[in-house]
């Protein structure tokens, strides 16, 4: 028996999601009195996962594993699991974990709780709560089969260091055929993405026009943050589709979200509510967004904007 | 080629979520059901292969007898007939164990799935299907084209796309992106009319495969009050942001 969590890493660095599924696989294996098992891919030093508690590393080593492919990184991870008679495997919610976790699931016959955000509350019956209804409710899931598959809401648990003298292994894989090729990646931008950002700046509506992005990005970059946009933004083109966050958009699960001229309608608080701090900029006390939001200030954010990236500027340096 | 979209019959975004039964059963009461947004995108897509390239639309549901108007209205959009399979599934793997047996004995060549159901947010079931009928699969897709047997998809990663060849037949998760949204059709009177006589098929289940089920719902704790700060004390902001809050 043992909690497997694979440890997604890019360019051969862990992601933030890695150590939190590592954290978290940590707490469950000791609710079940066992070990967890941390699972790589084309990574060089692992030492990093003791530091979370990975009472074990599996490192996988293969050229053919480079770029992501699901179903291949599914099957590693359903390997591994098996090899380790894990009775609970945990994954990431990124764009890949989330790609991934339902072939795994369905592979091994595992029942799948996606968008866990906490600990079991139960081993017996294994019981996790889970988001739904677009995070304007949870839902406390049972799962029944003998394998459970967690996928891990992201910024849910937080990383915690425990350390542990950790050992490690190596696993050599043989790596089929997918039917599934990638032909090219186009990063969008080398900015912080809204799904790995801490922070999120988003505009809304109320920024009248393109034009006026500029200080919206001013004051990402002053925080080392991501832009991001209401919907109707990007269907007016003002910006690019992929900052269209909501339930038709993307979900932001950061630790702060700014809303800067944006309502704050059903639709878009859906995906955001996962977000943990939200401060809202908007000239209409009446807003919405006032209510969903634990920092406001009514105010134009042709003048607010522009102060607080000064403030900020000089809070920084200081 | 034959496709098939999967439907899922969801809440209206606005509605209010309310549970019955000591919190184990959602209220729908007074409810609005639409077809799931990305379900929309996704057979308004399989709308444009049957027009420009020539094929088959099939909707399918796996649901009670209520979620019938909802399989309608995909019929007025343009399908072609309906299946509904007459249980009220408990999870995901149920779902696709039921839509697998559907796609097996169908003979379908691309099976068009949201990303995500608004419901229950499972993300799970394309994936789920795809690797029960052993067909290719990818997620998150915001383009797809067929010609002949070559499937090219694009799909969204975190920050940026990426374009994948694959080959039928093949489950796609889809998302907007895979037709815009000024694409998205409104039934017309036409549409509906027709819409009543095309074939609604319903079938019985076959497998009895739930691996989940819902204990219980909950609501978010209230949220306190929110803290406003004077438009001109912007210092104040920083404060508590970085002092109370501790995100900056
Ligand atoms: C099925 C469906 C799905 C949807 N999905 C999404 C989604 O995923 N994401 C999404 O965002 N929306 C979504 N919507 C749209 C949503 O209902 C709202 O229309 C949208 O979020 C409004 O965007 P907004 O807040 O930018 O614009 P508006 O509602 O126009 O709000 C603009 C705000 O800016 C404020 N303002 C104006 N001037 C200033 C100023 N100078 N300084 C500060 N504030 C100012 C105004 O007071 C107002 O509150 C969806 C709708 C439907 C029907
Ligand atoms: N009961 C259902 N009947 C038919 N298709 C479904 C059903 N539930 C989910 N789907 C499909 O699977 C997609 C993802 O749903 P989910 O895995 O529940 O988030 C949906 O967008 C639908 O295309």
Request: aromatic share 6%; hydrophobic share 40%.
């Amino acid at each position: 028996m043992s909690v497997l969590v694979f440890a997604d890493s890019s360019e051969g660095k862990f992601k933030k999601s890695a150590l939190e599924v590592v954290s978290y696989g940590k707490k469950v294996a000791e609710q079940l009195n066992t070990n967890v098992v941390a699972l790589t891919i084309n990574t060089t030093d692992a030492s990093e996962l003791y530091t979370y508690g990975a009472e074990k590393v599996i490192s996988v080593t293969n050229d053919a594993l480079n770029t992501f492919n699901a179903k291949q990184y599914a099957a590693v991870i359903i390997e591994a699991a098996k090899i380790q008679s894990a009775t609970v495997v945990v994954i990431d919610s990124s764009t890949d974990g989330m790609y991934l976790a339902p072939i795994v699931a369905a592979k091994l016959d595992a029942g799948y709780a996606s968008n866990t955000v906490a600990l079991p509350s139960s081993t017996s019956p294994f019981t996790v709560k889970r988001k739904a209804f677009s995070n304007k409710a949870f839902s406390n899931t049972v799962i029944t089969s003998e394998i459970k598959v967690i996928g891990l809401a992201k910024n849910s648990y937080g990383f915690h260091e425990n350390a542990v003298a950790g050992v490690s292994e190596t696993l050599d894989v043989t790596v089929a055929e997918s039917g599934v090729v990638s032909e090219k990646i186009d990063k969008i931008s080398d900015k912080v993405t809204i799904a790995d950002a801490d922070i999120v700046v988003s505009a809304g509506r109320g920024l009248k026009g393109p034009e006026n992005w500029g200080m919206i990005e001013e004051l990402a970059d002053v925080l080392g943050a991501a832009t991001a946009c209401s919907k109707p933004v990007s269907d007016l083109g003002w910006r690019p589709h992929g900052e269209h966050v909501g339930q038709t958009g993307k979900p932001v699960a950061s630790n702060l979200y700014i809303a800067i001229g944006i309502s704050g309608a059903i639709q878009h608080l859906a995906g955001v509510n996962a977000s943990k701090v939200k401060v809202v900029i908007n000239t209409d006390p009446e807003a919405p967004f006032f209510k969903a939001a634990d920092y406001g200030i009514v105010g134009d954010a042709f003048e607010v904007v522009p102060k607080l990236i000064e403030k900020l500027k000089a809070f920084k340096a200081s | 080629m034959k496709i098939l979209v999967c439907i899922s019959h969801v809440p209206d975004t606005t509605s209010k979520i309310n549970f019955t039964e000591n919190d184990t059963k959602f209220d729908t009461n007074g409810v609005q059901f639409v077809i799931n947004p990305y379900d929309e995108f996704c057979l308004t897509r399989a709308m444009w292969f049957k027009e420009k390239q020539g094929a088959s639309v099939t909707v399918i549901n796996v649901g009670g007898s209520e979620t019938e108007p909802t399989l309608r209205k995909a019929l007025a959009i343009g399908a072609d007939n309906a299946i509904r399979i007459n249980t009220n599934p408990t999870d995901g793997i149920q779902v696709a164990k039921e839509l697998a047996a559907v796609v097996k004995s169908g003979g379908y060549d691309l099976v068009l799935a949201g990303k995500e159901s608004a419901d229950y947010n499972g993300q799970m079931v394309p994936g789920m299907l795809a690797t029960l009928t052993d067909f290719n699969f990818v997620n998150g897709c915001v383009g797809v084209e067929v010609a002949d047997n070559k499937v090219t998809a694009i799909r969204e990663i975190d920050g940026g796309n990426e374009t994948l060849s694959s080959s039928l037949p093949i489950v796609l998760g889809g998302q907007k992106g895979i037709v815009e949204e000024k694409d998205l059709r409104i039934p017309n009177m036409r549409g509906i009319m027709m819409a009543r006589k095309k074939p609604l098929e319903v079938v019985e289940p076959t497998t009895e495969g739930t691996l989940t089920n819902v204990g219980s719902f909950e609501k978010p704790a209230p949220k306190g009050a929110v803290k406003l700060v004077d438009a001109d004390n912007v210092d104040e902001l920083i404060s508590l942001l970085h002092n109370e809050a501790k995100v900056i």
